[in-house]
């Protein structure tokens, strides 16, 4: 029988894993966590942009809005998916779990910390009040996510890694939304105040979704062939996209500040 570790040595010399049976309990465990984050983030993040197919400005902008919904419902139940091929009875699990919760106060700060029972990541628990808002959501997170989503495209479960491969296509599409209409707004002196207040609020949140640098949860995803890289490095790598796709706008980045202890 092969061991926890010579498993793990399998994989980092190039090994896909294709079902349940062939995994250690330590890679199906480490594996159903982070299936599960993104099934959540999904789900709570669909929920969260419903409200926009009715409030968006134009009918061309309901249109782009549903077609978001519509994507991330289909993320969620691709991911949904993936979680029922390995035993889990996803529809009972959604059923329990609250993803329409969200904070009361918009001006809260809850750093990393989770607020309910599911995985999502934790920026799904601030409201979206304003149109702004919505696109500066497209614009940091969806952002973030696809450099989450890079290591996924090459992660040792091979069936996730073709999931994501047409996820992340269409979350480019949402990052692509958001950097129309950032640079429309930024442009705008009637709104570029706006946009900058937005970005001061969803740059320092979505630096947040990353995790802590050097977390042994990371270094082992990492020796499963579940991540890629550090959460530093993917934090850095969004952070180098976002200030690429802020010039010219006149927008100025925010200071992040991590309120954790970094040595964790």
Not at 42 to 48: I, T
Not at 209 to 233: A, C, T, V, W
């Amino acid at each position: 029988m092969v061991t926890a570790e010579e498993f793990a040595q399998q994989i980092q010399r190039g090994r896909k894993i294709e079902a349940s049976d062939e995994m250690s309990e330590e890679y199906r465990e480490a594996l159903l966590n982070l299936l599960m984050q993104q099934a959540d983030s999904e789900l709570s993040g669909a929920y969260g942009y419903v409200p926009w197919i009715q409030q968006a400005p134009t009918i061309h902008e309901k249109l782009l809005v549903a077609q978001i919904v519509k994507d991330e419902i289909n993320h969620a139940y691709r991911m949904n998916k993936l979680l029922a091929e390995l035993g889990i009875d996803v529809d009972k699990r959604i059923e329990q779990m609250e993803y329409e919760l969200r904070l009361n106060d918009p001006n809260a700060d809850i750093g990393t910390e989770r607020k309910a029972q599911d995985k999502r990541v934790n920026i799904f628990y601030y409201t979206i009040d304003t149109w702004t808002d919505f696109i500066m959501f497209n614009f940091c997170m969806d952002r973030g996510a696809g450099h989450q989503l890079e290591d996924a495209k090459h992660c040792s479960y091979a069936p996730w890694a073709r999931t994501i491969e047409g996820i992340f296509k269409e979350e480019m599409m949402h990052v692509n939304h958001g950097d129309t209409w950032v640079n429309r707004l930024a442009a705008n002196p009637d709104t570029k105040e706006e946009v900058q207040a937005a970005l001061n609020k969803w740059y320092p949140r979505t630096m947040n979704i990353f995790g802590r640098p050097h977390s042994s949860k990371n270094k082992l995803y990492r020796k499963l062939g579940l991540k890629q890289r550090d959460n530093e490095e993917v934090r850095q790598a969004f952070k180098a996209d976002i200030e690429k796709a802020l010039e010219g706008t006149g927008l100025t980045l925010p200071e992040w500040n991590p309120n954790y202890d970094e040595s964790v």
